[in-house]
């Protein structure tokens, strides 16, 4: 059964940082395309960054780029998303993703096969 877990989310202030982490479970994620998506209260889900399996290729929000690094660990079952001088429009609840190929339209919801369920981060003022 596949699973994405993700962890490392909280409460910090206004640039902080904090780190996410998804562990995946269930498939041989190395060669998986892997992504976080972020949604706001009352908003759209949206993409924030993706990598590659190789983790050779990865891509950002313009919202996040300089501040985000998305990065695979080891075993290429883990992926993070370290996030810098956040800003309150960060909070959200972020989620993992992961797509068996790394898809022309990563920035989609639709390009990804496999969800977790989500973590909180809160950015205060």
């Known amino acids: 059964q596949v699973q994405l877990v993700e962890s490392g989310g909280g409460l910090v202030q206004a640039g902080g940082s904090l780190r996410l982490s998804c562990a995946a479970s269930g498939r041989t994620f190395s060669t998986y395309a892997m992504a976080w998506f972020r949604q706001a209260s009352g908003k759209e889900r949206e993409f924030v960054a993706a990598i590659s399996g190789s983790g050779g290729r990865t891509d950002y929000a313009d919202s996040v780029k300089g501040r985000f690094t998305i990065s695979r660990g080891s075993a290429k079952n883990t992926v993070y998303l370290q996030m810098n001088s956040l800003k309150p429009e960060d909070t959200a609840i972020f989620y993992c993703?992961?797509?068996?190929?790394?898809?022309?339209?990563?920035?989609?919801?639709?390009?990804?096969?496999?969800w977790g369920q989500g973590t909180q981060v809160t950015v205060s003022s």
């Open positions: 993703a992961a797509s068996l190929h790394y898809r022309p339209n990563y920035y989609s919801r639709a390009a990804y096969d496999y």
